[in-house]
């Protein structure tokens, strides 16, 4: 059983625009979030974390949102770039085990 | 090195023969995680070790996959009479006690020919 949920197996944003990286997750006893970002032929690195305690944290250009109540997490990219292209993993944490979403393959076309 | 690091980084089997598949995690770290990416496809979770903890093998995909893993150190897994379906990429990670965030190695890409 899938516990943390990417519906959509890929995004195309132009360049400049924000990209919305959706994930949805079923446990409510997972308590901390994070997103990664992998290219091709390399393992994927972490990007960014958030909290349970908080609805929102941003790193530059990488904001993530945190809406508990929906059991949604999303990660907004603004403004895109090309170099953004990559596949994006969603991961959540119940304080014993990581569980990853499918990833998003996203294309920022320039 | 200080990161998680794979062997082989690709592998090129024929089809029916055993290949295992190597991790070694970050020092210190308790926990250790191995997933499959088939081409095109997500991230497939396979088997979770967690210290000295009966390990979850629930993503493992038939009794042809194992994995060991002694104490805090490396990780194996091995595939026995590999099919064309097992080609992926092989990534495993790690993470600490404390679990902020979970660390991957370069991976293993997997052809069977």
């Known amino acids: 059983d899938q516990q943390v949920k990417q519906n959509s197996p890929s995004l195309s944003v132009q360049e400049g625009r924000i990209s919305i990286l959706n994930c949805d997750y079923t446990?409510?006893?997972?308590?901390?979030f994070l997103w990664y970002k992998k290219y091709p032929a390399e393992g994927p690195t972490f990007l960014i974390s958030?909290?349970?305690?908080?609805d929102k944290n941003e790193d530059g250009r990488f904001t993530v949102f945190l809406n508990k109540s929906a059991k949604h997490l999303s990660l907004h990219i603004v403004p895109s770039q090309p170099g953004d292209s990559a596949v994006y993993f969603c991961?959540?944490?119940?304080?014993?085990?990581?569980?990853f979403g499918t990833g998003t393959s996203l294309t920022v076309i320039p | 090195g200080a990161g998680v690091s794979q062997s082989p980084s690709n592998k090129v089997t024929e089809k029916g023969k055993d290949v295992e598949l190597r991790c070694d995690p970050i020092?210190?770290?308790?926990?250790l995680y191995w997933y499959r990416q088939r081409l095109g496809q997500g991230l497939e979770f396979l088997i979770y070790?967690?210290?000295?903890?009966?390990?979850?093998k629930s993503g493992l995909p038939s009794d042809r996959f194992s994995a060991e893993r002694t104490g805090e150190s490396v990780s194996t897994l091995t595939i026995q009479r590999t099919q064309q379906e097992d080609s992926a990429v092989y990534l495993c990670?790690?993470?600490?006690?404390?679990?902020?965030?979970?660390?991957f190695g370069q991976g293993t890409r997997l052809t069977v020919v």
């Open positions: 990670a790690s993470s600490s006690y404390m679990r902020t965030e979970a660390f």
């Open positions: 446990n409510s006893m997972f308590d901390y």
């Open positions: 958030i909290s349970s305690i908080k």
């Open positions: 991961a959540a944490d119940t304080g014993n085990q990581f569980y």
């Open positions: 020092s210190g770290h308790t926990a």
């Open positions: 070790f967690q210290g000295n903890s009966a390990p979850d």
